[in-house]
């Protein structure tokens, strides 16, 4: 159960304990990659308690914690959901207005993958020629110059003779966040001329996407990418792999440095562009907004998160006993673990 000492603090907030019955309704922001998981749990809940079904929106990792660090109360969020950890700086901005206990339950893992039309080339990519595909500027004897690589074949000889079109997050975006460190970086790091860069200016270097049209910020709708993909075969999406594992029968994944995004892959480490998954719980509304330690019960049963849970059949990556366990008592008990 909630430490006594939590609750006493969360009825003690100024106007929210005598306001608390405005709301009755559990509510969810965050990362579009964790908002299919959420919202099945949610409608599990739903059926099988007598509270209302929780209201998840999808809003993207950075904006849902935006929202969620914006105070205490009925008009603040319970939960967020995102697809990478909190930053140091949301951690500031939480406690500047309140929000002080935050749980951080991890709920698995997903793969980040490049998706094209079934009906188009498939495509091997390694991190490096996505970097050369993707970012502003590349280095090209001693200089740093606007990225002249219209087609793939551009790059390498061997990939398909077809404009480089990449549909995918904004900056607001965890699966964004997540995308520019496992592949931008990390493909950035192979080039000498870019390794050898530091601090501010290897970030820059690293991470701006180019604006020309090869890569287009297409919001937060994974399923919207999914659908242009149909629409143009000479496109490729980005986001996270439960949405590939949905649609199947219409889009393929690239392989990454020789891996292809499967479930067996990402669960076992060899796909290189897999990232956990996280819940943030605001502990100051638990007990005071209704089904919160309920819907958290549901949400780390083994029925839902477990092996053959209802969630792996999303696409979610389970986590192992041991970390279900850990994070099922630190929720459940409400335990400040961001702020230790």
Same mark, same amino acid.
């Given at each position: 159960? *909630? ?5 006493? =603090?969360?009825? /003690? ?46 809003? #993207? ?28 700086? @949301? ?18 893992? !997903?793969? *980040?993958?490049?998706?094209? =039309? ?11 020629? $996505? ?18 690589? +219209? ?25 964004? !966040? ?5 592949? +931008?970086?990390? #493909?950035?790091?192979?080039? @000498?001329?870019? /390794? ?39 496109? $490729? ?18 392989? *990454?440095? #020789? ?6 892959? *990402? ?11 996280? $819940?943030?719980?605001?502990? /100051? ?7 919160? @330690?309920?819907?958290? @019960?549901e949400y780390t049963s083994d029925a839902a998160w477990g092996p053959e849970g209802y969630l792996i059949d999303k696409g979610l990556i389970p986590m192992d006993e ?7 008592? /630190?929720?459940?008990?409400?335990? !400040?673990?961001?702020?230790?």
């Amino acid at each position: 159960m *909630i430490k006594k000492s939590i609750l006493l =603090a969360a009825v /003690a907030t100024v106007g929210f304990a005598g306001v608390a019955e405005a709301r009755d309704q559990i509510r969810i922001v965050g990362s579009s990659t964790v908002y299919p998981f959420t919202t099945v749990v949610a409608e599990n809940f739903g059926k099988k308690t007598g509270h209302p079904t929780p209201v998840v929106e999808s809003t #993207g990792s950075g904006g849902g914690l935006k929202l969620f660090c914006a105070g205490l109360g009925v008009e603040h969020p319970d939960f967020t959901n995102a697809s990478r950890a909190i930053k140091s700086s @949301e951690i500031e901005t939480c406690a500047s207005n309140g929000v002080e206990a935050i749980t951080e339950m991890q709920v698995g893992y !997903d793969g *980040i993958v490049m998706a094209n =039309a079934k009906n188009a080339p498939a495509l091997e990519l390694t991190k490096q020629q $996505v970097y050369l595909a993707l970012a502003k500027d590349i280095p090209q004897d001693g200089e740093w110059v606007p990225n002249p690589n +219209m087609n793939w074949s551009d790059i390498d000889p061997s990939l398909p003779d077809a404009k480089i079109e990449v549909l995918g997050p904004p900056p607001t975006s965890g699966t964004r !966040d997540a995308f520019g460190e496992l592949v +931008m970086e990390a #493909g950035c790091e192979e080039i @000498e001329a870019c /390794a050898a860069l530091d601090g501010d200016e290897f970030d820059a270097r690293a991470m701006t996407m180019r604006e020309d049209g090869g890569f287009v910020e297409a919001g937060e709708n994974d399923n919207l990418i999914v659908q242009k993909l149909e629409a143009n075969p000479a496109a $490729v999406g980005i986001f996270g792999f439960s949405f590939l594992d949905q649609n199947r029968d219409k889009i393929q994944g690239a392989t *990454i440095d #020789g891996a292809a995004p499967t479930f067996e892959n *990402i669960a076992s480490g060899s796909y290189p562009v897999s990232r956990p998954l996280f $819940v943030y719980v605001k502990v /100051a509304h638990m007990g005071v907004i209704p089904g919160m @330690e309920e819907f958290l @019960e549901e949400y780390t049963s083994d029925a839902a998160w477990g092996p053959e849970g209802y969630l792996i059949d999303k696409g979610l990556i389970p986590m192992d006993e041991g970390m279900r366990e850990k994070m099922r008592e /630190a929720a459940l008990n409400g335990v !400040d673990n961001v702020n230790m």
